[in-house]
């Protein structure tokens, strides 16, 4: 029987990516904010292509749908411009969408209805197909904080400035040697990277209780930590250099050089405690640099391992996280026995664990279905939007 529960939430997802999408102007929804960065229209799309495509023609068998749309929402089918070119006017996509998404529902709420297949079993299809959607909900609100930076007018003001802070060594907390579990328990209903379940051996060390603040950065950004060539690693600078990145992705600065930053509403003044949102794993690790030697109570400072942040949350020993994805310091990797997706549905693309670097936590856009302590984001290390910030761990007390 299926899930009504996760059928409801599938249901609502529908609205809230039809929403997104129906309620910008229409030449917004079809444009390009960034080198690389598809249009809304194209995000829409993918997602109702990929619900059909593994519940039409990889559970019914039928791809009569499916190939119709493949060389428009398929990576890699045709040149991404070529892609987003070939997209249909607003109306015509919507009207597509929705019937579609309509039939989906029904058959999903039928299972009686489907041929027997193992995707069915145990709530798996459904589950990870809300999980997928769910992804691509987070990409769409990315772009729209494109839009708003691609929009920005002149006339912000800030009223109350942010202020540079330290890390305070007092504010760390200890986590124990010892053996700890890492890993998904159940594996129909999560991606193949989260498996298998296992245990870790942990060496003792320090841990921020909380991201690396707005406060916090900015102490990096006023030591001139963007231009401190000996922070970076060869490839960070070579990066820096070339875009000339001087500050996160979503500061700007008003009429006085105060620092604000741009979110899905536009501008807003930064608040000293709440993450640092926009830094890419270049920027993250430069800051863990000059932390290690901006006092001694930070000697040793670097970016969290994932298994650390996540064996911190399963002791109950983090409590203050899902505001800002935040950057490990490990590459993606899959794990030890690592079971690739016999199905397909929940795998892990190969380009993946070729250099893309773990992040842990989520954002304040992450919605439930991947707040969990196994699921594990990941990207390049150039990555600046994502809501992404930091967590920096050190060594224990002599």
Same mark, same amino acid.
């Given at each position: ?113 489907? *041929? *027997? ?282």
């Amino acid at each position: 029987m299926t899930n009504p529960r996760l059928l409801g939430q599938l249901s609502h997802t529908h609205e809230l990516l039809e929403q997104l999408f129906r309620d910008l102007p229409e030449a917004d929804g079809y444009r390009s904010y960034a080198p690389g960065l598809p249009p809304l229209a194209w995000y829409y799309g993918r997602c109702v292509y990929l619900e059909t495509h593994w519940l039409r023609a990889v559970v019914q068998g039928d791809d009569d749908l499916t190939a119709r749309v493949r060389h428009l929402f398929e990576p890699g089918a045709a040149p991404e411009e070529e892609q987003w070119r070939g997209l249909p006017p607003r109306d015509h996509l919507l009207n597509w969408a929705l019937e579609i998404q309509d039939e989906n529902l029904m058959r999903l709420a039928n299972p009686g209805r489907l *041929p *027997p297949h193992p995707l069915l079993a145990g709530d798996r299809l459904l589950s990870l197909l809300l999980q997928e959607q769910h992804r691509i909900y987070e990409q769409m609100l990315a772009v729209l904080c494109e839009r708003q930076l691609a929009n920005l007018a002149d006339g912000f003001a800030v009223a109350h400035p942010l202020q540079p802070q330290r890390i305070d060594p007092a504010g760390l907390m200890e986590i124990s040697q010892g053996h700890y579990r890492i890993g998904a328990r159940e594996p129909a209903l999560v991606y193949d990277n989260e498996l298998p379940e296992q245990v870790v051996t942990l060496s003792a060390f320090r841990m921020q209780r909380r991201p690396l603040s707005n406060a916090e950065f900015l102490a990096f950004l006023h030591d001139d930590g963007y231009t401190q060539e000996g922070l970076w690693s060869a490839a960070g600078w070579a990066w820096r250099q070339r875009y000339e990145v001087t500050a996160p992705h979503h500061w700007r600065r008003d009429a006085a050089g105060h620092w604000y930053g741009v979110g899905l509403n536009g501008p807003f003044e930064l608040v000293a405690a709440e993450p640092v949102l926009g830094i890419s794993h270049h920027e993250a690790s430069a800051f863990a640099a000059w932390a290690t030697q901006s006092a001694e109570g930070l000697r040793g400072a670097a970016l969290q391992h994932e298994y650390q942040w996540e064996v911190a949350v399963r002791i109950q020993a983090l409590r203050e996280f899902g505001r800002a994805w935040e950057w490990c310091a490990n590459p993606f990797h899959p794990y030890t026995d690592h079971p690739a997706a016999a199905d397909g549905l929940g795998a892990t693309p190969p380009r993946a664990f070729a250099g893309d670097f773990s992040l842990r936590g989520g954002s304040l856009y992450t919605q439930p279905s991947l707040r969990r302590p196994s699921f594990r984001h990941h990207a390049e290390a150039s990555a600046r939007r994502l809501f992404a910030g930091a967590r920096l761990i050190f060594p224990p007390m002599d």
